[in-house]
């Protein structure tokens, strides 16, 4: 049977990111999607494209989750950008309600090209409630800062280092992504399980169409999860899809560029969306 996964994230409405990043990661991996949308982002081009964010209601949210959660259980659940610090608490009760395995959390704070980080209390309930649920967390350099409290990251010590602290968080595994922020030849994203390092290194694309990378990254961990593989065999297959999807990455609109969520199975039907 084909495995069944949910994502709890934010709406993207440019596509590339969010719960369309995640779905049709989901698609790509062979493993069917269901989405709890808490947020909707928009972006006004009349603006210089700044972005909104506009939280649901929990209680919506909650509805979405009783949809989803009415059938057969799920082999794996992905959060994103969580809007209210209600529907944090309520993720919360519904992995463990329904003893949800394969957790993947994305510790979303802010979205590419702004930086306007999310509330801080959003942060601190996320790390206090999801955290110690987690199979895996995958936080950026600035987000591995973050949570870590340790600041700017600037080389793979300061990265070995708060993965040390994101682990004392309660979390069972951590795969901070150095990727374009980390100085160097290599976008180099670093493994930790408590035990070993592990580092995956891609080569470092000349490319700002990456809107969406971190969305598909931690998507194609859960997705790897839910077909069966291990915690580092799924990170090191994301890691694979992810750069594939950068390598592959297309102009948008006269804003960004989106990674391409299709570089795999619909590499040879890409073509230039203008
Ligand atoms: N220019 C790049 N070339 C190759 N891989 C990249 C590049 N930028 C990011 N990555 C990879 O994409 C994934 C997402 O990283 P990142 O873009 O830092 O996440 P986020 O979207 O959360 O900021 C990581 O595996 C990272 O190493
Ligand atoms: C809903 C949503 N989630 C997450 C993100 C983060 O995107 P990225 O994968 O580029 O870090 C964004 C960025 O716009 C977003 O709109």
Same mark, same amino acid.
Request: proline share 3%; glycine share 10%; charged share 20%.
């Given at each position: 049977?084909? *495995?069944?996964?949910?994502?709890?994230?934010?709406?993207?409405?440019?596509?590339?990111?969010?719960?369309?990043?995640?779905?049709?990661?989901?698609?790509?991996?062979?493993?069917?999607?269901?989405?709890?949308?808490?947020?909707?982002?928009?972006?006004? *081009?009349?603006?210089?494209?700044?972005?909104?964010?506009?939280?649901?209601?929990?209680?919506?949210?909650?509805?979405?989750?009783?949809?989803?959660?009415?059938?057969? *259980?799920?082999?794996?659940?992905?959060?994103?950008?969580?809007?209210?610090?209600?529907?944090?608490?309520?993720?919360?009760?519904?992995?463990?309600?329904?003893?949800?395995?394969?957790?993947?959390?994305?510790?979303?704070?802010?979205?590419?090209?702004?930086?306007?980080?999310?509330?801080?209390?959003?942060?601190?309930?996320?790390?206090?409630?999801?955290?110690?649920?987690?199979?895996?967390?995958?936080?950026?350099?600035?987000?591995?800062?973050?949570?870590?409290?340790?600041?700017?990251?600037?080389?793979?010590?300061?990265?070995?280092?708060?993965?040390?602290?994101?682990?004392?968080?309660?979390?069972?595994?951590?795969?901070?992504?150095?990727?374009?922020?980390?100085?160097?030849?290599?976008?180099?994203?670093?493994?930790?399980?408590?035990?070993?390092?592990?580092?995956?290194?891609?080569?470092?694309?000349?490319?700002?169409?990456?809107?969406?990378?971190?969305?598909?990254?931690?998507?194609?961990?859960?997705?790897?999860?839910?077909?069966?593989?291990?915690?580092?065999?799924?990170?090191?297959?994301?890691?694979?899809?992810?750069?594939?999807?950068?390598?592959?990455?297309?102009?948008?609109? *006269?804003?960004?560029?989106?990674?391409?969520?299709?570089?795999?199975?619909?590499?040879?039907?890409?073509?230039?969306?203008?």
């Amino acid at each position: 049977m084909i *495995p069944k996964v949910i994502t709890i994230a934010g709406s993207d409405s440019s596509g590339g990111a969010g719960i369309q990043a995640d779905l049709k990661t989901f698609q790509e991996y062979g493993v069917f999607g269901f989405s709890a949308i808490t947020s909707l982002v928009t972006m006004n *081009p009349d603006e210089g494209w700044s972005h909104t964010v506009t939280s649901l209601q929990a209680d919506i949210v909650e509805a979405e989750l009783k949809t989803i959660y009415a059938g057969a *259980p799920l082999a794996a659940l992905k959060t994103g950008m969580l809007g209210e610090l209600e529907t944090i608490r309520l993720t919360r009760r519904y992995i463990e309600a329904f003893k949800q395995q394969n957790v993947v959390i994305d510790p979303v704070m802010a979205c590419k090209g702004t930086s306007d980080l999310l509330q801080p209390e959003n942060v601190a309930l996320m790390t206090e409630l999801l955290l110690p649920v987690a199979t895996i967390t995958t936080p950026n350099l600035i987000e591995a800062g973050i949570l870590s409290g340790l600041g700017e990251l600037k080389s793979v010590s300061d990265m070995e280092a708060a993965a040390k602290k994101i682990m004392n968080l309660g979390v069972k595994n951590v795969v901070i992504k150095g990727g374009k922020r980390l100085a160097g030849q290599d976008a180099l994203d670093l493994f930790y399980d408590g035990q070993a390092f592990t580092y995956l290194n891609n080569e470092k694309y000349d490319t700002d169409f990456n809107h969406g990378a971190g969305c598909t990254f931690a998507a194609a961990i859960t997705a790897g999860l839910a077909k069966g593989y291990s915690v580092k065999d799924a990170v090191i297959l994301a890691k694979k899809f992810v750069a594939a999807s950068i390598k592959h990455g297309l102009e948008i609109n *006269p804003y960004l560029g989106h990674v391409w969520h299709g570089a795999y199975n619909q590499a040879d039907k890409r073509m230039p969306l203008v």
